[in-house]
């Protein structure tokens, strides 16, 4: 009866952690955020994939407006060139993004030290992704 009993409770563990993706696969996945806010190559992103809600704080507030599923990060010298020729603000866009285990620091990067204010302490490092799959 104990066998049969722990068998079932393993077969009943194993379906249901075979649907949920491990942090590692996470991390390696693309998904969508829309850039809240900006200054000086700090932002303010929202995440828009209900996967990926658990990465972000909610209450977060702009504008007279609350946000949930946030966070701050910095983008890179390179990312924040490629967005600038495609709009004047980067307030609003909706683009691709990866989570990165740790920051990738470009030496040769210089900007303002202004950041958002009231921005989220929870920070995250990322990188724009072109496509998502």
């Known amino acids: 009866m104990k066998k ?3 068998s079932a ?6 379906i249901l952690t075979g649907c949920e993706k491990t942090e590692e696969e996470l ?9 809240l806010d900006e200054v000086c190559g700090t932002a303010v992103m929202q995440i828009q994939d209900e ?5 972000g704080v909610n209450g977060y507030q702009l504008d007279g407006v ?15 060139s490629k ?10 866009l909706v683009v691709n993004i990866k989570i990165l285990k740790q920051k990738e620091y470009d030496p040769a ?13 929870k920070w995250i490092p990322v990188k724009f992704s072109e496509k998502c799959n």
């Open 109 to 121: 990067c210089v900007r303002c030290a202004a950041i958002v204010p009231n921005a989220p302490a």
């Open 51 to 55: 996967a990926y809600y658990k990465y």
């Open 27 to 35: 991390l390696q996945q693309c998904f969508k955020v829309k850039i």
């Open 4 to 6: 049969i009993i722990v």
């Open 83 to 92: 967005f600038q020729t495609l709009a004047p603000s980067l307030r609003g």
């Open 66 to 80: 609350t946000y949930d599923h946030v966070f701050s990060t910095e983008i890179s010298c390179t990312d924040l």
């Open 9 to 14: 409770l393993t077969c009943l563990t194993l």
